[in-house]
């Protein structure tokens, strides 16, 4: 009766929880028309067709303050999304809290792993959560407190239980059909709680996750000089030291194989993962230290030390049993990656794999993943089974009897207790006894239905407590492989910049002093190389040889070269395969490092570097043209994509033209068409379509590796003029003779396995490298191109000698005729 009228003052409360949520349910159901106005009020008009196109074309304005407005169509309508991208200083502050840690195969399934608890502070206090004032720590507190008081209302619900057995022994219609009352009256604001534990955990999760792939995105798209989407792939931050001062021996950016399966897959499960922790953790053991303090109260200290006895013993069995989840999710998250990017290859690759009809190959390559990925999945369902046997025993059985136990302490204590007073009494006493033994079995049944629910409840909050403790181990295998990502990418070493020299040189200057030119880092060759490096960080033996030898294979040896923009010199590098021609476009560029710490780059700000392979973005017509240009950025530059009407201005359409390309917007219906560039185009017009990009930027200097390969000779040689009329300073990569007239030197690349080369001006003897005068092999240096320009020069000059001798013959002829 206490509870009950404990409840009491809180029904008002009740009440008005129970109003307003059928209000807001009405509100859900107003007719539809009723609620597109007030979208239209709130949300802004329905898109047209003809605007819908045009944000696409736009996807984001540039704010005043350097941030961006993301248009999103959203049901036919624009949303705006502001976009702050993470500030460089937060960035850069967040890296202490990312060293590389070892990988270490023996890491244990024990929950309180040090490595796992400081990755996941890292993750989750300087990403994920970033301050206590953020939106993120608000739907925490908020969920909290409906987690207490959905642990609050359980205990009520426990009571409440009691007292209508109670009354129903006793025989009370009154009482019963109060406490139903009270029973209906609490289902509201229960059902509620859980519904909103449950919105709150997934708004959570999405915020998480949104926050974590925004800072990764930051972090792993980031521009020259850091470049570390290209560069975590070689392995650049192989040096960096771990937390504990000592070399990495292996270099965790050379494990990241598959990143996309990390920002995509990884990221949602950790933070479905971390939202959902909160609430498994926090929801049992607050349900567990509730329920322990109520039911200690009626179990007394016997029943409560029998409690805890029972919580160590399971405790020690399920430890016993637990396999290492985490490991064991960790290598699932892998296998699933390398699937995925089988797939990926596929679709990329499709029409190659078509021409060589090598479906049937490919797809035994891809069952041989997906087999991988699914054996492995069904070796951890067959290891789960004794887990869940055990933990099913151990939490429905063990703790049901050690329930009925704990039950029978009271009850038994109260029987014999109360039975004594009745004894030997008159009639009088006998009526007062039955009275007294009914009211007795009515408090007992009372204590017994209260206990046996807290019981239950406390046995559904163990469960989930061990569900959670295996989530635990889980999540710690997917934390691990994200904290790997962001310390690798936080290793990865921006390009070296050198400074320029003298005051003598300009700026704007392209120049390569002493470098040498090699693979940088070293890369997982195949498996067997991955787990030899492997097995020395085990074993402690360092790996360095083995990385060293890799590096060292240098393509070009101290190479200098200068080139100014503005005087009229144009670059030619030539060599034949693979001798590490477009290795120097690498290091001018900044992709890579010059192999030696002597070498030294000078790049200029103004440098566009025109790949071998055509790179086609997702995006309409005119992306294709102005990339890596946004929609925005063109506007800025005050371009526009038809000739104004004297002709006058810099139009996109002359600029098609001066690429003979300027028939494409007709032929593929406009400038906003979105196709899938890749395919539409044929290799030749790709190839002119990336030399419209290099006009249309107009860099002070190109580097054009064989992009002009498939262009008939005729078209290549305007578009080379066309590019040269620009101001444009060209350093192309070519075995093509037919472009050294459009080149003012020529450096040729030996090949010979010496890293040599000469670097000559058309037209005159080739300049022998410091390492070819140092070995005397002059006479071997007159190759390529200029060894034959000084063949036929030398044949000149012995034309007038031969002209003589003609003339001697002719009249030694004549003579002899008379
Ligand atoms: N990322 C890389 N990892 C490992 N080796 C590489 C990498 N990139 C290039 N190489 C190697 O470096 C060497 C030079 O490559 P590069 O692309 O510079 O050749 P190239 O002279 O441009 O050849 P081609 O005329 O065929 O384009 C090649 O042997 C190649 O295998």
């Known amino acids: 009766m206490a509870v009950l009228s404990a409840l009491r003052p809180s029904t008002r409360l009740l009440q008005i929880i129970f109003v307003l949520i059928i209000f807001r349910s009405r509100l859900i159901t107003l007719p539809q028309d009723v609620l597109e106005r007030l979208r239209d009020a709130t949300a802004g008009k329905r898109l047209s067709a003809a605007e819908l196109t045009a944000i696409l074309q736009q996807i984001y304005v540039k704010e005043s303050d350097g941030s961006k407005t993301l248009l999103v169509p959203y049901r036919n309508r624009l949303a705006k999304v502001p976009i702050h991208d993470t500030a460089a200083d937060v960035l850069a502050s967040n890296s202490k809290h990312f060293p590389l840690q070892s990988s270490d195969s023996k890491r244990t399934k024990a929950l309180l792993d040090p490595k796992f608890v400081r990755a996941l502070r890292a993750l989750l206090f300087h990403i994920a959560i970033p301050s206590w004032k953020s939106k993120e720590a608000l739907i925490i507190a908020v969920h909290s407190f409906f987690l207490v008081v959905r642990t609050i209302l359980s205990v009520v619900v426990a009571r409440l239980d009691g007292i209508i057995v109670r009354d129903l022994v006793r025989a009370d219609a009154q009482g019963f059909l109060r406490g139903l009352g009270f029973w209906f009256a609490l289902a509201v604001p229960s059902t509620y709680t859980n519904v909103m534990i449950k919105h709150l955990q997934s708004t959570l999760a999405l915020r998480i996750r949104t926050g974590l792939t925004r800072y990764i995105h930051d972090l792993y798209l980031s521009k020259y000089p850091d470049l570390r989407y290209y560069r975590l792939g070689l392995g650049v931050g192989a040096e960096a030291k771990t937390s504990g001062g000592e070399k990495d021996t292996i270099s965790s950016s050379s494990i990241i194989e598959g990143v996309d399966q990390y920002i995509t897959a990884d990221v949602e499960v950790w933070a479905e993962g971390v939202s959902g922790l909160y609430g498994n953790l926090m929801k049992p053991t607050l349900d567990l230290v509730l329920f322990t303090s109520q039911l200690s109260r009626s179990l007394g200290l016997r029943g409560t030390i029998l409690l805890f006895g029972t919580y160590y013993a399971t405790a020690r069995i399920l430890k016993a049993v637990t396999p290492a989840f985490g490991k064991l999710a960790a290598a699932e998250a892998k296998l699933e990656g390398d699937y995925r990017a089988g797939m990926g290859r596929l679709g990329r690759e499709g029409e190659e794999i078509a021409f060589y009809d090598g479906g049937a190959r490919e797809r035994d390559i891809l069952t041989g993943a997906y087999m991988a990925l699914i054996r492995h999945v069904n070796f951890v369902y067959k290891i789960r089974i004794a887990y869940e046997w055990t933990e099913d025993y151990v939490i429905k059985y063990l703790w049901s009897a050690a329930g009925y136990g704990l039950i029978a302490v009271p009850l038994l204590f109260t029987r014999r207790r109360r039975t004594a007073p009745g004894v030997g009494s008159g009639t009088s006493s006998i009526l007062s006894t039955s009275g007294s033994r009914n009211e007795a079995i009515a408090s007992r049944t009372e204590t017994y239905i209260s206990n046996r629910r807290l019981l239950l409840s406390l046995a559904d909050a163990g469960g989930r407590l061990m569900f959670a403790y295996k989530d635990v181990l889980e999540l710690a295998g997917v934390t691990d492989r994200l904290y790997t990502l962001v310390s690798s990418l936080y290793a990865v070493k921006p390009a070296s910049i050198s400074s320029i020299p003298s005051s003598s040189l300009a700026s704007d200057t392209v120049g390569l002093e002493h470098v040498n030119v090699g693979v940088p880092g070293h890369r997982p060759l195949n498996d067997e190389f991955q787990s030899q490096i492997f097995a020395d960080s085990v074993n402690g033996s360092s790996s360095d040889e083995s990385v060293h030898s890799e590096s060292q294979s240098v393509l070009v040896r101290d190479l200098s070269l200068w080139l100014r923009e503005g005087s009229g010199e144009h670059l030619m590098i030539t060599g034949s395969n693979g001798v590490g021609k477009t290795s120097i476009a690498r290091v001018l560029a900044g992709l890579w490092d010059?192999?030696?710490?002597?070498?030294?780059?000078?790049?200029?700000?103004?440098?566009?570097?025109?790949?071998?392979?055509?790179?086609?973005?997702?995006?309409?017509?005119?992306?294709?043209?102005?990339?890596?240009?946004?929609?925005?950025?063109?506007?800025?530059?005050?371009?526009?994509?038809?000739?104004?009407?004297?002709?006058?201005?810099?139009?996109?359409?002359?600029?098609?033209?001066?690429?003979?390309?300027?028939?494409?917007?007709?032929?593929?219906?406009?400038?906003?068409?979105?196709?899938?560039?890749?395919?539409?185009?044929?290799?030749?017009?790709?190839?002119?379509?990336?030399?419209?990009?290099?006009?249309?930027?107009?860099?002070?200097?190109?580097?054009?590796?064989?992009?002009?390969?498939?262009?008939?000779?005729?078209?290549?040689?305007?578009?080379?003029?066309?590019?040269?009329?620009?101001?444009?300073?060209?350093?192309?990569?070519?075995?093509?003779?037919?472009?050294?007239?459009?080149?003012?030197?020529?450096?040729?690349?030996?090949?010979?396995?010496?890293?040599?080369?000469?670097?000559?001006?058309?037209?005159?003897?080739?300049?022998?490298?410091?390492?070819?005068?140092?070995?005397?092999?002059?006479?071997?240096?007159?190759?390529?191109?200029?060894?034959?320009?000084?063949?036929?020069?030398?044949?000149?000059?012995?034309?007038?000698?031969?002209?003589?001798?003609?003339?001697?013959?002719?009249?030694?002829?004549?003579?002899?005729?008379?």
């Open 594 to 818: 010059p192999a030696n710490e002597e070498g030294k780059v000078f790049r200029p700000q103004s440098l566009m570097v025109v790949p071998q392979r055509v790179y086609m973005p997702v995006g309409t017509l005119l992306d294709q043209v102005i990339y890596p240009d946004s929609y925005a950025d063109f506007l800025e530059k005050g371009m526009s994509i038809e000739p104004c009407d004297d002709g006058s201005g810099n139009s996109i359409r002359a600029i098609l033209e001066s690429a003979f390309l300027g028939y494409l917007p007709e032929r593929e219906g406009g400038w906003s068409t979105r196709k899938e560039w890749r395919d539409v185009l044929s290799g030749g017009e790709k190839q002119r379509m990336v030399m419209a990009r290099v006009f249309y930027h107009r860099p002070k200097f190109a580097i054009l590796d064989e992009c002009t390969s498939a262009v008939s000779s005729d078209v290549e040689g305007r578009m080379y003029q066309h590019a040269k009329s620009l101001g444009i300073t060209l350093i192309t990569i070519s075995l093509r003779p037919s472009l050294m007239k459009y080149h003012t030197q020529v450096l040729n690349l030996l090949g010979d396995g010496t890293g040599r080369w000469t670097l000559a001006h058309i037209g005159q003897d080739a300049v022998l490298t410091p390492l070819a005068e140092a070995e005397g092999e002059e006479g071997e240096l007159w190759l390529g191109f200029n060894r034959e320009i000084a063949t036929l020069e030398r044949k000149l000059k012995e034309v007038d000698g031969w002209e003589k001798r003609l003339e001697e013959l002719e009249a030694l002829l004549k003579v002899q005729d008379l």
